[in-house]
């Protein structure tokens, strides 16, 4: 069972965190069964980038973007040659760091 390491967010986790998920899970998935709440507009249905993510260790193991993965986060705030989508990762045995952008691009954020 891969360790997720998400680097410290102002929002989303303060102090940083550690989790485990199920190999085949989506890394958004991952994130939002263990109480982190990352914004995902679209329902992971990859139509936004709400839920773009900086892969900063374990890049090189995920599965390959998409196109339309690709396309969609030549939107996104903050975008880095490591970016996805983390409704689009699907996890495997490798262990990742993640960091969750400070901003994003969705102007109508639920429960604000």
Known sequence: MPTIRILPH???CPEGAQIQALPG???CEALLDNDIDIEHACDMSCACTTCHVIVRQGFETLNEASEEEEDLLDKAWGLEP???LSCQVRLGSTD???EIPRYTINHAREHH
């Open 10 to 12: 102002p929002e989303y």
């Open 25 to 27: 899970t989506s890394l």
């Open 82 to 84: 490591q970016s996805r």
């Open 96 to 98: 990742l760091t993640i």
